[in-house]
């Protein structure tokens, strides 16, 4: 979004190359996608399909980390687009079943990600990967509520698209 780095933009470039190049896991499934999407079952990803997504970067504290740290990663509205969903409501659920409901709003007019990369580098299981939504939190803070800590899901392993209801 608006912390979008130079390196990104040739991470994107690369990557629009790439794109499309592995529709099914190759390696370890770390993500499974299911509810209001295209498919008639659940979509699995693994890392180097969900590196395939626009890729963005947030700068923050947290409390969850002990100093300043950059998140990278991908966007639900780009996930959803992949996917043909509309949906606007995600249920994402952890490893250890922890679950959380997140409007997709969150990653336009919040600015969330799906941190898979921690100042480059991998988020493993121990450090809250492979998966974990991040706030700009420094940037506003508003975001530094209980509603907004609640949403901050780590060790990521399913989403569910919820269907729009009347
Ligand atoms: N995977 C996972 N993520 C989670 C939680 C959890 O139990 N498991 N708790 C959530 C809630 S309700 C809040 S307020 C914060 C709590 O973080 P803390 O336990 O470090 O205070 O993380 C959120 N993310
Ligand atoms: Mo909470």
Excluded at 28 to 37: E, F, M, P, R
Excluded at 47 to 54: F, R, Y
Excluded at 114 to 128: I, Y
Aim: hydrophobic share 40%.
């Amino acid at each position: 979004m608006r912390l979008l780095f130079p390196s990104v933009f040739l991470c994107l470039i690369f990557m629009s190359i790439a794109t499309h190049a592995s529709e099914m896991p190759n390696n370890k499934t770390i993500l499974t996608v299911s509810g209001a999407i295209s498919a008639e079952r659940q979509v699995k990803f693994d890392m180097t399909m969900l590196q395939t997504l626009p890729q963005y970067s947030i700068t923050t504290h947290n409390p969850w980390a002990k100093g300043l740290h950059t998140y990278q990663g991908f966007s639900a509205i780009d996930l959803l687009k992949r996917l043909g969903s509309q949906s606007t409501l995600l249920q994402v659920t952890a490893l250890n079943d922890y679950m959380t409901e997140i409007p997709v709003s969150d990653f336009a007019e919040n600015g969330a990600i799906f941190a898979t990369h921690q100042d480059g580098k991998p988020m493993s299981v121990r450090n809250l990967g492979p998966i974990m939504v991040i706030y700009p939190f420094d940037e506003r803070k508003e975001l530094k509520s209980e509603l907004f800590y609640g949403r901050s899901i780590w060790q990521i392993r399913h989403i569910k698209a919820m269907a729009i209801t009347e």
